[in-house]
């Protein structure tokens, strides 16, 4: 389980050259690339995050290239977990593969409900997302076993299949 403030983002389509642009992929320091995440929509992302764990995002978040940085970014920002309606699959295992981050996908209406600040609880042993801010509850796509095992044993090298 897992409970956080939200920061929002509107938009569909979100990129991997908009969570971390090109110019920085050459920074190795994680903490200073985190200063950099979302820069291209929102160049206050990092202080927004302040306080707060979760990002809720629109449909397809993570497009674009395969960049390990882009979950390191949001990770190192305080990202816990990112709510959205669809990732694009490379992204989607990045966050995974590495433990950076749990990408948790919602309903249209989840997302629509959601605003920023809102507190909000996921519960994926149960499937659920609760808005704590506004008494609700909503249905996540199922997270399987293996997922979780990897997020929880701290990435995919560190995984052992029973």
């Known amino acids: 389980m897992m409970k956080g403030k939200a920061v929002?983002?509107?938009q569909d389509n979100i990129d991997t050259d908009v969570i971390i642009p090109?110019?920085?992929l050459k920074i190795h320091d994680h903490d200073e690339l985190a200063r950099h995440a979302?820069?291209?929509i929102d160049p206050e992302f990092h202080k927004r995050m302040e306080g707060r764990s979760i990002l809720v995002a629109g449909k397809n978040f993570g497009c674009g290239s395969s960049r390990e940085h882009?979950?390191?970014a949001l990770s190192k920002s305080g990202v816990a977990a990112v709510l959205a309606p669809s990732f694009a699959r490379i992204f989607y295992r990045n966050c995974v593969d590495g433990a950076y981050l749990l990408p948790v996908e919602i309903g249209h209406d989840a997302f629509k409900e959601i605003t920023d600040g809102d507190e909000l609880e996921v519960d994926m042993a149960q499937s659920r997302v609760r808005n704590i801010t506004r008494g609700t509850e909503y249905e996540i796509a199922p997270i399987p076993d293996i997922i979780t095992g990897i997020i929880k044993a701290g990435g995919?090298?560190?995984y052992k299949a029973e």
């Open 38 to 40: 979302m820069e291209g």
């Open 156 to 158: 995919l090298f560190r």
């Open 70 to 72: 882009a979950p390191i």
């Open 8 to 10: 929002k983002y509107e």
């Open 22 to 24: 090109g110019t920085y």
